[in-house]
């Protein structure tokens, strides 16, 4: 390892995991804010068709 | 939901991604080793296919941090403080990328990890621990518009340290390794592995294209939330 595979391979097993780490919290984040919005949305929606019923 | 930044944003990053797995392949398989006489660790010069375009995608958001940091202080525009947001991330993704790969190949090659009488060095650590005060500190602090004006001005005048850092190297080299684009006659790649690390530039600046986008949706959907929250708030 003198020829510094050993140092190559720490260094890339660091960014891969820092890049794939933040990109899939960032994918993550975008569906699970999508899934609250959509639900967010429907009891806006419930709660505006109840009131004109009245 | 612009339902089209999200397509996009998804496959700019995934096509940045691939790009980059690619030349990670290419310079593990492809690209030529170094001479073994002039390197006392030569297999760890392969570091460079990832390092120096992930210092360049920092730059990128470094710059997306300066324009976005200057548009709010100078016009309060609301895009211009999610540029600033989204700048100061990426540019703490991406320079914790290299603030790590370097001084790991600096403890194979120099012997020691860090030297603090070289420039570049110094520059770039004070850079990225600057995004990483930003960070750290729109987590923590109250939004108001006082301290987007404090956190826009350190944007606006840690912004300097950029072209302080690409020049630091051509006026005062010490142990840095001198620049492979534009430097010195001899400075230049081999052929093979300059292609390699292009390949590896233009997959960064892919990769952050699309995570801006990203980022920027994810603002976005974060202020629509609220609003709905609000509006939810006020009717039960």
Redesign the interface.
């Known amino acids: 390892m003198a020829d510094g595979t050993l140092f190559l391979a720490i260094a890339y097993v660091a960014m891969i995991g820092i890049i794939g780490g933040w990109t899939w919290k960032l994918l993550a984040r975008v569906g699970e804010l999508s899934e609250r919005l959509t639900a967010a949305e429907a009891t806006l929606n419930d709660g505006a068709e109840s009131t004109e019923e009245e | 939901?612009k339902r089209w930044v999200?397509t996009l944003g998804?496959v700019l990053?995934l096509l940045g991604?691939l790009m980059?797995a690619i030349t990670?392949w290419l310079g593990f398989t492809w690209a030529p080793g170094v001479n073994?006489d002039d390197w006392?660790?030569?297999?760890?010069?392969?570091?460079l296919f990832?390092?120096v375009p992930?210092a360049w995608a920092s730059f990128q958001a470094f710059t997306l941090l300066f324009i976005g940091s200057g548009a709010w202080f100078l016009k309060r525009l609301e895009w211009g403080w999610k540029l600033h947001v989204v700048g100061a991330q990426l540019g703490l993704?991406f320079g914790?990328?290299v603030i790590?790969?370097g001084p790991?190949?600096g403890?194979?090659?120099w012997g020691t990890p860090w030297d603090l009488t070289d420039v570049r060095l110094n520059t770039y650590a004070v850079l990225t621990s600057l995004s990483l005060f930003l960070v750290m500190a729109h987590e923590g602090q109250t939004d108001t518009e006082d301290s987007r004006d404090t956190f826009a001005s350190i944007g606006l005048f840690g912004f300097v340290l950029v072209p302080l850092t690409i020049v630091s190297i051509r006026i005062w080299q010490n142990r840095h390794p001198a620049p492979v684009i534009g430097g010195a006659e001899n400075s230049g790649l081999d052929p093979q592995i300059l292609m390699v690390m292009l390949l590896g530039l233009v997959a960064f600046q892919i990769?952050v294209a699309g995570?801006v986008m990203?980022?920027y949706?994810?603002g976005g959907?974060?202020e629509?939330?609220s609003e709905?929250?609000s509006?939810?708030d006020k009717?039960?």
Request: net charge positive.
């Open positions: 939901m999200l998804i990053t991604l980059a990670l073994p006392k660790a030569p297999e760890a010069y392969r570091i990832w390092h992930a993704v914790l990328c790590i790969s790991i190949w403890a194979a090659e990769l995570q990203l980022r949706l994810v959907l974060e629509r939330l709905i929250q509006k939810l009717r039960y």
